[in-house]
T-cell receptor, first 112, second 114 residues
Framework: DGGITQSPKYLFRKEGQNVTLSCEQN?????MYWYRQDPGQGLRLIYY???????QKGDIAEGYSVSREKKESFPLTVTSAQKNPTAFYLC???????????FGDGTRLSIL | KQEVTQIPAALSVPEGENLVLNCSFT??????LQWFRQDPGKGLTSLLL?????REQTSGRLNASLDKSSGRSTLYIAASQPGDSATYLC?????????????FGEGTQLTVNP
């Protein structure tokens, strides 16, 4: 059935290492988003994309990178430049316009 | 810059009680407001979306209202059940931004005691 799949569920990063979080959707949505959630806080937007091969920075893009080569996929790379990467990462998608966002189950990233 | 605030941060009620969760936002120029539920360690589940032209939306025991001019929304939960225990988040889509991006509040953690 239709939905958003994030993998892996848990991820550990070593110092100086880049890691990539996967997000795939089969809802045929044009727009996709990455959010970061810290304990007891709301979600903050990292990057979003409205169309293939195009994406925009959100509020906290520093230390992160994304690509949108396919409509259904929007991977997020947490680079070594992100000094405080420990958080819960959520991917979402939506149709364009005034439509609700749908979320995956998240990836929890920790530092070794 | 749009800011979203949710009060209270945590709420504990006995089963069967009706309750209200509050959400306020600083800029009334919004496209819509969305209420989500988040279970521990999980993603967000969309509960209700209210367009800026609407006053309320209902789904089962849930009713969300929107007063755009005063920058307020409420989520009313009738006859609460232990299964309603979760964190409830509201989010607004500001008019001045593109790409359907949302600004979230910090959430209200609800516990319904049997």
């Amino acid at each position: 059935d239709g939905g958003i799949t994030q993998s892996p569920k848990y991820l550990f990063r070593k110092e100086g290492q880049n890691v990539t979080l996967s997000c795939e959707q089969n809802l045929n949505h044009d727009a996709m988003y990455w959010y970061r959630q810290d304990p007891g806080q709301g979600l903050r937007l990292i990057y979003y994309s409205q169309i293939v091969n195009d994406f925009q920075k959100g509020d906290i893009a520093e230390g992160y990178s994304v690509s949108r080569e396919k409509k259904e996929s929007f991977p997020l790379t947490v680079t070594s430049a992100q000094k405080n990467p420990t958080a819960f990462y959520l991917c979402a998608s939506s149709d364009l316009g005034n439509q609700p966002q749908h979320f995956g189950d998240g990836t929890r990233l920790s530092i070794l | 810059k749009q800011e979203v605030t949710q009060i209270p941060a945590a709420l504990s009620v006995p089963e069967g009680e009706n309750l209200v969760l509050n959400c306020s936002f600083t800029d009334s120029a919004i496209y819509n407001l969305q209420w989500f539920r988040q279970d521990p360690g999980k993603g967000l589940t969309s509960l209700l979306l209210i367009q800026s032209s609407q006053r309320e939306q209902t789904s089962g025991r849930l009713n969300a209202s929107l007063d755009k001019s005063s920058g307020r929304s409420t989520l009313y939960i009738a006859a609460s059940q232990p299964g309603d225990s979760a964190t409830y988040l509201c989010a607004v889509r500001p008019q001045e931004t593109s790409g359907s991006r949302l600004t979230f509040g910090e959430g209200t953690q609800l516990t319904v005691n049997p």
